[in-house]
């Protein structure tokens, strides 16, 4: 996949139907990757596809000039359709090298599960429904559920719905959508009492860096409400009660746009389990609308089309 990748972007370059590639290249630490965004047809070379390209890439078409062409998994894809359905990016000016993802690997997961850093560990391999991890040449085998992000276990389009060239094969659903969902699970059949505790707790560790924001497809303001002084909305002190509020209110600024790839909750330095809010978020979103981001970008926007007469259940 990797050398079809390579082809396909040269290619693009050579050809001049892009000025730009944005992809992925191996990161300065073991297992990770970081985003490569070139117009040179040497570093074409270095692209790579693995389990652990986790960045969405969608969020780096905004404002870029010419045009692009760009590496997107399943989730990726369906950020740039709704980035599309917004007019914040110009379908023909992307071309899009949709690349099948069997699911990516939380390295945190695997550190915790073998209980050695990842500079400990040789080699990572996911095959199928297990990963075999290779630690002082010996390996062990564990079911591919223990090493998955959560939004992973729970991708509905690990293929890319829209695309230009797709790169391998398309892949069934991975994973285990129980599992995605437990931890929003067992916070929901806690009494409201406990849960305000719980997220009180989670944003008081807050040091509002805005990483959540930053790293979002979704969040494409010009201007931020959170950097409004008129008028203000919340505290430029992070302090829990205004934590909270940005998370609510960005969280309904995302609705209908979140495709659950889990970017806010992986780049937050604190842990704070912030896709349990986006993804109850798109649940409701897809129970009260039968809308899923993302996946036709000729669709109205959610909440931009309306009818005479409003589904019954919608106040509750």
Excluded at 92 to 105: A, D, E, K, R, W
Excluded at 114 to 122: A, C, H, Q, S, W
Excluded at 217 to 236: G, H, K, L
């Amino acid at each position: 996949m990797e050398e079809e990748l390579r082809k396909e972007a040269q290619k693009l370059l050579e050809e001049g139907k892009v000025d730009y590639i944005i992809g992925f290249t191996p990161g300065s630490l073991k297992f990770s990757t970081t985003p490569l965004i070139t117009k040179d047809k040497a570093e074409v070379d270095s692209l790579v596809v693995n389990p652990f390209i986790v960045n969405n890439l969608a969020k780096f078409l905004i404002d870029m000039p010419g045009r692009v062409g760009i590496v997107a998994k399943g989730c990726d894809s369906r950020s740039i359709v709704s980035l599309i359905q917004d007019n914040q990016v110009i379908r023909n000016n992307i071309v899009i090298i949709g690349i099948p993802c069997s699911g990516l690997i939380d390295i945190a997961k695997v550190e915790k599960l073998v209980g050695k850093d990842r500079d400990e560990i040789d080699d990572i391999t996911l095959q199928g429904e297990k990963v075999t991890i290779a630690i002082g040449g010996k390996k062990k085998e564990f079911p591919i559920q223990e090493v998955l992000f959560e939004h992973c276990l729970g991708c509905e389009f690990p293929t890319p719905q829209e695309y230009d060239t797709l790169i391998g094969e398309p892949v069934r659903e991975v994973g285990n959508k129980e599992l995605s969902q437990k931890k929003i699970e067992e916070l929901k059949a806690l009494s409201p009492e406990q849960r305000w505790a719980f997220w009180k707790e989670q944003f008081e560790h807050c040091i509002r860096c805005y990483a959540c924001r930053q790293a979002c497809p979704a969040c494409f303001c010009e201007r931020c409400f959170a950097e409004e002084s008129q008028p203000r909305w919340v505290s430029s002190v992070p302090q829990w009660q205004d934590n909270l509020i940005f998370q609510v209110i960005r969280n309904i600024h995302i609705a209908g746009r979140c495709t659950d790839c889990g970017e806010c909750e992986r780049v937050c330095p604190q842990n704070i389990p912030l896709r349990s809010l986006s993804k109850e978020m798109s649940n409701l979103v897809d129970e009260i609308f039968h809308y899923k981001a993302g996946l036709d970008k000729n669709a109205p926007v959610l909440m931009t089309a309306y009818e005479p007469v409003e589904a019954e259940d919608l106040i509750r």
